[in-house]
């Protein structure tokens, strides 16, 4: 229930804008290891094979508390949904002036008619499963904001047999304090 709390309490903050970023020079590298390190153990109790290959030293001008917790909640759905010995994966590579960071995982593809949706507040493309699993369906709603508010997209690809895959794009930070 705090969780719930505290995600809606995020939502209505970010909607009102009474939050702002406390933007600063982050490596989004180091960031990256430091949101997916806590999940290694729940994929290994949950069976799945967690890999990632991060690129080092890309920064970006942001909020580390929200690029933390949105790597987090990537991750989290990537080893939440990636089925029986799935495997999951995240990959932090630099593309161009931007920042690339793909979470994918091996389970059930999201049917083509709820990706459109998929990062509503509260949206579940399948209610029993999302029930199962935890969650109130408000974690791509956060994820989708937090990139938003850094000037970024995230997408997400799913394909039978293949997987999900979730991608965002953020710009990476330049010497002069200005995005590239």
């Known amino acids: 229930m705090k969780s719930l709390v505290e995600d809606l309490l995020f939502l209505a903050r970010s909607d009102d804008r009474r939050s702002p970023l406390r933007l600063q020079t982050v490596s989004f590298s180091d960031l990256a290891w430091e949101a997916l390190l806590p999940f290694e153990s729940v994929a290994f109790e949950a069976g799945v094979a967690l890999d990632s290959q991060i690129t080092p030293d890309l920064e970006l001008l942001g909020d580390p508390e929200q690029l933390r917790r949105l790597v987090a909640i990537l991750v989290d759905n990537a080893v939440k949904y990636a089925g029986p010995r799935g495997s999951a994966s995240l990959i932090l590579r630099p593309q161009g002036d931007e920042a690339v960071l793909s979470v994918h995982n ?7 008619e709820h990706l459109p949706r998929l990062f509503e507040r509260f949206y ?34 799913s394909t039978e047999g293949v997987g999900t895959t979730m991608c965002f794009v953020l710009r990476k930070y330049k010497e002069n304090n200005v995005y590239e």
């Open 106 to 112: 091996t389970g059930e593809a999201i049917p083509p």
């Open 124 to 157: 579940r493309t399948d209610s029993d499963r999302a029930r199962s699993q935890g969650g109130y369906g408000l974690g791509l709603s956060i994820a989708k904001k937090i990139i938003e508010e850094h000037g970024g997209k995230i997408r997400a690809v």
